[in-house]
Nanobody, 122 residues
Framework: VQLVESGGGLVQPGGSLGLSCVAS????????MGWFRQAPGKEREAVASIERAGVTRYVDSVKGRFTISKDNVANTLYLQMNNLKPEDTAMYYC??????????????????WGQGTQVTVS
C-alpha cells in the first residue's frame, strides 16, 4: 500500500498549484480520501476530503479556493489550489480511510498516508 504525492513547490501569493497523489497496492481505494497539511510548529489539519461516491468536504479556510477530485481508473487524487495565501504554506499529505468514517476531518480516521509534498507561498 503506497500513496505518493507530487506537485508541490514555491508560488507567489495569488498563484495556483495542483497536487497529485497516486495510490498503489490497493484492491479497494477506500471509503474516503483526503488532503491534510501541517505547517511548522502546528498540528496536522484536514484540508479536504472526497468520498467514494464523490461527496466533497472542505475546511472553511480553503472553501472557494481549493478543489479536490479523483480519478478512480488512474487511482489518483488531486487538489487544485487557487488564490494561494502565505498561510497555506505547509507540507501537504494525502490519506485514505478504508472504512466508513464520520466525521471526515480527524487524522486518526485515516489508515494510510503519503510522505508529503511541500507547498510554500511567498
Amino acid at each position: 500500500v503506497q500513496l505518493v504525492e507530487s506537485g508541490g513547490g514555491l508560488v507567489q501569493p495569488g498563484g495556483s498549484l495542483g497536487l497529485s497523489c497516486v495510490a498503489s497496492g490497493f484492491t479497494y481505494s477506500g471509503y474516503c480520501m483526503g488532503w491534510f497539511r501541517q505547517a511548522p510548529g502546528k498540528e496536522r489539519e484536514a484540508v479536504a476530503s472526497i468520498e467514494r461516491a464523490g461527496v466533497t468536504r472542505y475546511v472553511d479556510s480553503v472553501k472557494g479556493r481549493f478543489t479536490i477530485s479523483k480519478d478512480n481508473v488512474a487511482n489518483t487524487l488531486y487538489l487544485q489550489m487557487n488564490n494561494l495565501k502565505p498561510e497555506d504554506t505547509a507540507m501537504y499529505y494525502c490519506a485514505t480511510a478504508q472504512g466508513y468514517i464520520d466525521p471526515w476531518f480527524p487524522r486518526a480516521n485515516y489508515n494510510y498516508w503519503g510522505q508529503g509534498t511541500q507547498v510554500t507561498v511567498s
